[in-house]
């Protein structure tokens, strides 16, 4: 997959500019959707692969949906192509399990629905202004990256549920870099004192990165690379799904009610750990960093270790602080964008970097793979930042905020660069697995 350049901060850019980097955001989700629909046949692009995901072919007429009425209707004023289908496709109208239930447009339906979208979009996005003090929608493009970023959200997801699924593999992917052989130091100490968190200048930031403000965070360490299968194994053979007093009380029962004994789509065979991935079963690689566990695992294990998962405002002071300047980067290794040198990203490959991969993307600090590679858990709830404003619906953001929910950060191989920053935020319930989540360790300085 190609990467698409996220906006840079600093000087406003020029409408131009901005319209180019629109169209390459948009351009680069589409051709990410066409490859993650069109390597499956129809009786699969309408089948339910698992109840906790959509079909994909609702997340095909989905992406087509949004971007009608919000670069269509709201940007450019135009009448509906298909109003009576927005039902179907409001992601809140309708829960997962009962979407296949539903009369949703056919494969070929949806595909001329998207592509009937997107080329009224492109003329739209040729003529709207997207600089100055405009509409918000159209400040910057922000509508256009907004969209795009739905699009790559909803490509993340289809690539979860084409690891759901069953059957051979329809996906391929080069291996990602090995790591560097230098011993890394096993954690990195973060300095106390206050940080910028958030932004108020990054042009396609989501409301709740927003605003900045300060924090004031304690020294504390981190772990320089996400917590790997190997270290994860060693929780599991010293029992850690046998033993109550590592686990959160919901945690402990969510083990019991479903007999967990290791990381979603792991299993043993012949004294051998071997796990299943996009269609292949292979061992599992013990310096890969640990997939597809939940809050309650990652919290279990950090427990065990003698250590805490990081708070949300650690992580990013940890991914952002530069103490030598005393500002916040953009990402770990500074303001440029991301590059193949410096982070997994884009399903440019199929599975997280070893731990130790990526030096040119660590920190001031000395943490790597902070971005790409898996989505990390962090102790925090997902709550809004003082100051937070929703926009351009309450629906993106705050319905979520609340204990319900914790936040993960850093984004994972299946994330798109537009649509991750050292400020994005995601969130789950914290009982989720299929995701591509991991999680590093921390403790008090």
Known sequence: MTDTPAPHTGPE?????????????????????????????????????????????????HIGNQEELWLLRAVGGREAIRPEIDGL??????????????????????RTYAADVRGRALDILGGAPLHGGGPP???????????AQHEQQHDETMLIT??????????????PPE??????????????????????TEPWALDNERPAHRRDVAAFHIDTAPVTCGAYRRFIEDGGYAEERWWAPEGWAMVRE?????????????????????????????EEPVLHVSWYEADAYARWAGRRLPTEPEWEKAARHDPASGRSLRYPWGDEDPTPERANLGQ?????????????????????????????????????????????????????????HKVLRGGSFAVDPVACRGTFRNWDLPVRRQIFSGFRTARDA
């Open 137 to 147: 929608l159209e400040r910057a493009g922000f509508a256009f990256g907004m969209v």
């Open 258 to 286: 479903h007999g967990l004994t290791a990381p979603l789509f792991w299993h043993r065979d012949a004294g051998q750990w071997l796990r299943r991935r996009f269609g292949v079963t292979e061992p599992v690689p013990a």
């Open 13 to 61: 850019l020029d409408a131009e500019t901005l319209r180019g980097r629109a169209l390459a955001a948009l351009l680069t989700a589409r051709e990410r959707t066409a490859l993650l629909t069109d390597s499956v046949d129809d009786h699969e692009l309408t089948a339910q692969h698992s109840p906790l995901m959509s079909p994909l072919v609702w997340d095909l007429a």
């Open 348 to 404: 440019r490959h199929l599975r997280p970097a070893a731990a130790g991969a990526y030096p040119a993307g660590r920190s001031p600090a000395g943490a790597g793979q902070l971005i790409g590679d898996v989505w990390e858990w962090t102790s925090s709830d997902f709550l809004p930042y003082p100051g937070f404003v929703a926009f351009p619906y309450r629906e993106y953001s705050e319905v979520f905020f609340g204990p319900g």
């Open 179 to 200: 790591p560097e052989r230098a011993t890394l130091p096993a954690e990195a100490l973060v300095p106390g004192g206050p940080f910028t968190m958030g932004t108020s």
């Open 89 to 110: 496709y409001d992601a809140f109208e309708h829960p997962r399990a009962s979407r296949p239930s539903l009369p949703l447009l056919a494969p070929a339906e949806a």
């Open 162 to 175: 084409h690891q759901l699924r069953s059957g051979p593999a329809v996906l391929s992917a080069p291996e």
